[in-house]
T-cell receptor
Framework: GESVGLHLPTLSVQEGDNSIINCAYS??????FIWYKQESGKGPQFIID?????DKRQGQRVTVLLNKTVKHLSLQIAATQPGDSAVYFCAERTGNQFYFGTGTSLTVIP | SAVISQKPSRDICQRGTSLTIQCQVD?????MFWYRQQPGQSLTLIATANQGSEATYESGFVIDKFPISRPNLTFSTLTVSNMSPEDSSIYLC?????????????FGPGTRLTVL
C-alpha cells in the first residue's frame, strides 16, 4: 500500500500566526495531491489541490507546496484563525486510487 | 464541487443488526466511493460503486458484510450487516468530480455508527 504520512500529529499556533502542516508521500508516480480539512463531527472538506507538474499553488489564505525531489507536500495557512482548528490530512492519487494520510490536528490558541 | 448528504448522521445499533446508510448527491456522478474512518485513523476505502455495475470491494471487505446499491447517478446505499462493536466507525461516501483533467474527491458529512 501507499505510505502517506504526516510529520507531526498535533500542532498548536497562536491566532494570527502562520501554520505549516507537512506530509510525506512514497510513490513517485503519484500525479495529484489534495489537502483536506476535517472538523470534529464533520466529513473531510476539500481545501486545495495541486498536480505533480506544479510546485506551488495558492488559494485564499492557503498555499500548497510540492517538492517532488523529496516527495514532500506542505500546507501553509496564513494568519491562522480559530476557525482553522481541525484535523488536516493530505491525499495522493496513484493511477485511479487515492491514499490518505492520518492527519495533523491543528489547534489555534486565541 | 458537489453537495453530498448522508442519512442517518449517526446511529447507535445493537450487535447482530444491520444498518443502511444513504448517500445523495446534487449532481450526476459516475464514481461514488464508500470509506470507513475509525477514530484517529485515516480513511480506508471499502468499495467503489459505479452505476450499472457491481461494486468493487477492497481487500478485507466483502459484499455479504457491506452490500452496496447504486440505482442511479445521484444515489447510493451502504449496508453494514450483522454488526459487531468492531464496526463502530464513521462511514463516509465520496464522489469523484472532474476538474479539467483531474478528478477530485469530495466527501459527505459522514455517518457516525456505534455498535453496542
Amino acid at each position: 500500500g501507499e505510505s502517506v504520512g504526516l510529520h507531526l500529529p498535533t500542532l498548536s499556533v497562536q491566532e494570527g500566526d502562520n501554520s505549516i502542516i507537512n506530509c510525506a508521500y512514497s510513490n513517485s508516480a503519484s500525479d495529484y495531491f489534495i489537502w483536506y480539512k476535517q472538523e470534529s463531527g464533520k466529513g473531510p472538506q476539500f481545501i486545495i489541490d495541486i498536480r505533480s507538474n506544479m510546485d506551488k499553488r495558492q488559494g485564499q489564505r492557503v498555499t500548497v507546496l510540492l517538492n517532488k525531489t523529496v516527495k514532500h507536500l506542505s500546507l501553509q495557512i496564513a494568519a491562522t484563525q480559530p476557525g482553522d482548528s481541525a484535523v488536516y490530512f493530505c491525499a495522493e492519487r496513484t493511477g485511479n486510487q487515492f491514499y490518505f494520510g492520518t492527519g495533523t490536528s491543528l489547534t489555534v490558541i486565541p | 464541487s458537489a453537495v453530498i448528504s448522508q442519512k442517518p448522521s449517526r446511529d447507535i445499533c445493537q450487535r447482530g443488526t444491520s444498518l443502511t446508510i444513504q448517500c445523495q448527491v446534487d449532481s450526476q456522478v459516475t464514481m461514488m466511493f464508500w470509506y470507513r474512518q475509525q477514530p484517529g485513523q485515516s480513511l480506508t476505502l471499502i468499495a467503489t460503486a459505479n452505476q450499472g455495475s457491481e461494486a468493487t470491494y477492497e481487500s478485507g471487505f466483502v459484499i455479504d458484510k457491506f452490500p452496496i446499491s447504486r440505482p442511479n447517478l445521484t444515489f447510493s446505499t451502504l449496508t453494514v450487516s450483522n454488526m459487531s462493536p468492531e464496526d463502530s466507525s464513521i462511514y463516509l461516501c465520496s464522489v469523484a468530480l472532474s476538474g479539467g483533467t483531474t478528478d477530485t474527491q469530495y466527501f459527505g458529512p459522514g455517518t457516525r455508527l456505534t455498535v453496542l
